[in-house]
């Protein structure tokens, strides 16, 4: 099984950047479809992005075209770039590994509860 550890969370002012990585172990990320996800105080979990084994990418609406996804050459590293950040992206970030998927099908690849391995997250705070 692959364990994940995000880093690169902080504290951005509003329409600034950051990105997010996310460092796998135990395995490599190319068995894998991956995900972003966040979650806001008193809001469910909420899927932001996803990337598979051949790097086809898929984003939620209220990211896509600021927001990109990416795996580093090693198939070990996972990455969100984040740009224009809002008071709105504040929130916990988790990277999330699907087993038994290596593309983006007719799978909920959009749903958390397809996810099965989780980080611990890392906090992102956007402020005006």
């Known amino acids: 099984q692959v364990q994940l550890v995000e880093s690169g969370g902080g504290s951005v002012q509003d329409g600034g950047s950051l990105t997010l990585s996310c460092l796998a172990s135990?395995?490599?990320?190319?068995?894998?479809?991956m995900g972003w996800f966040r979650q806001a105080p008193g809001k469910e979990r909420e899927w932001l992005s996803s990337?598979?084994?051949?790097?086809?990418?898929a984003y939620a609406d209220s990211v896509k075209g600021r927001f990109t996804i990416s795996k580093g050459s090693a198939n070990d590293n996972l990455y969100l770039q984040m740009n224009s950040l809002t008071l709105e992206d504040t929130a916990i970030y988790y990277c999330?590994?699907?087993?038994?998927?290596?593309?983006?099908?007719?799978?909920?690849?959009?749903?958390?509860?397809?996810?099965?391995?989780w980080g611990q997250g890392t906090q992102v705070t956007v402020s005006s």
């Open positions: 999330a590994a699907a087993a038994g998927y290596r593309y983006l099908g007719s799978w909920k690849w959009y749903t958390a509860d397809e996810y099965t391995y």
């Open positions: 135990g395995d490599t990320l190319s068995r894998y479809v």
């Open positions: 990337i598979s084994a051949i790097g086809n990418t």
